[in-house]
Structures are given as C-alpha cells and as structure tokens.
C-alpha cells in the first residue's frame, strides 16, 4: 500500500481527523463563497475525507457526492447519514473520476487538500478527469501547498498517532502552467498560511478556476 493510502486508512488517525473537523471545520466559509459561484446543484467533493464539506454542501441544498480512496474516511462519512440520502459517497480513487462518471455533470468541484497527494507526473490525469466531469463554465476550488523542495516526506506525529507523510509541492508558476494547459480559467488565487514546519508556516495556494 502506498505511505499516502496508509496515512489515511489509519483507524486512529481518522477518528481524531474526523472529530477535529466536525468540530472545527476550517473552510466552510470559503465553502459558503464558493456555493454563491455555482450554476447549479450538483457537486464532487474529491477526497473528501470523513465528509465535512459534502455534508456542508448537502445542507445548503446541494447535491453532493464525497469520493476518497481511504476506506476508512468514507466508512466515517457514511456513518453519520442516518437515514439521509444526501451527500452520498464512493471509495474512489481520484485517478479515476474520468472513467467513473459521466461527463459534464458537475456545477462545482471542490478539491480541498487532496490534490497535493498525486505525484507531480500524474497531476495531468486528474486535471482531465476534473475537466471531463465538469460542466463546460463550471467553477474548481484546488488547492496546493507552495515550495520550493517539491516532494515533502517524512514521520509525522499528529495527534499522538505517528505516521509516515508525503505530499507533492508545487511553485505558482508550475501549476498555473498546468491550468493553462487543460484551458481552465484561473478566477481567484489567494494564499493562506497555516502551522509551522521547521520554523516556517506552510504556505497555502487556493484557486477558483473555471473550465
Ligand atoms: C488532508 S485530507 C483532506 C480531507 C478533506 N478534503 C479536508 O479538506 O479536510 C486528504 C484526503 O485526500 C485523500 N486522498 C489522497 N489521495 C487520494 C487519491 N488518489 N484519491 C482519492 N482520495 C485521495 C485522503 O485519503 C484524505 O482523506
């Protein structure tokens, strides 16, 4: 299994993911921002972890659908439907959304902290599945983290559960050269900047596109 598949299967590190973010959820005010630019009602939260924002899309009244590779993540999220029917969420890898869906289905794509897991040569495939699924005018939230060491790896200890972490960086340069590439549009890019990681905060890149 891959250290990125692992990380996130991780039982204990699930739960404590989960109760942070339900208790916590850091974007939903971004999210809220984002509805406002939609369409339509139909939308894919890709790796959406335990759910957190596919629920909060549901409930502004959205259609939503949470895909992630983490069996576990999506057993969690399933376990808070009761008897809803909507979100709805799939174990998926994001590598394969083009062939999974439809295309031209979704109003909005949200990808929040789940992009920067695919290795730099594969980011194309996800780029055409997100192309391939959205709506022609259809709006992305994506984000990545920005640096210049372009592959982060190593031990993590977060919430007392160790584990191994890598994540793929990217330079503003590099990815807008991949948004052009794939025709979409870059409608907003802001930065956020969150933690410390020896001794400097991560800096976050957030993107509105449109395709
Ligand atoms: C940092 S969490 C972000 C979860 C949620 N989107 C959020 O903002 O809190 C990253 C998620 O991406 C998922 N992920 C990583 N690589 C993936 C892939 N190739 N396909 C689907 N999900 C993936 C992980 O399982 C994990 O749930």
């Not at 376990?79 to 029917?85: A, P």
Request: glycine share 6%; aromatic share 12%; charged share 30%.
């Amino acid at each position: 299994m891959n250290i990125i598949k692992k990380e996130y299967e991780d039982p204990d590190f699930v739960k404590h993911y989960t109760e942070e973010n339900f208790n916590n959820p850091k974007m939903h005010d971004k999210l809220e921002e984002f509805a406002k630019l939609l369409n339509g009602n139909k939308v894919i939260d890709i790796g959406c972890g335990p759910g957190h924002d596919a629920y909060k899309f549901a409930d502004l009244g959205f259609e939503a659908i949470g895909i992630d590779f983490s069996k576990e993540m999506i057993k969690t999220a399933n376990s808070m439907l009761d008897d809803r029917k909507n979100p709805k969420f799939e174990v998926m890898d994001m590598l394969d959304i083009k062939t999974n869906f439809e295309t031209n289905i979704f109003d909005g794509v949200w990808a929040c902290a789940s992009v920067l897991f695919i290795p730099h040569e594969s980011v194309d495939l996800v780029l055409e599945g997100i192309t391939s699924v959205t709506k022609d005018n259809g709006m992305i939230y994506i984000c990545f983290k920005e640096g210049e060491n372009l592959i982060s790896t190593g031990l993590r200890n977060k919430y007392g559960v160790e584990r191994e972490h890598k994540e793929y960086l990217w330079s503003e340069q590099a990815i807008k050269n991949k948004f052009k590439k794939h025709n979409f549009k870059i409608v907003k890019l802001w930065r956020n900047f969150t933690g410390k990681k020896r001794g400097q905060p991560t800096r976050w890149m957030n993107f509105y596109l449109q395709k």
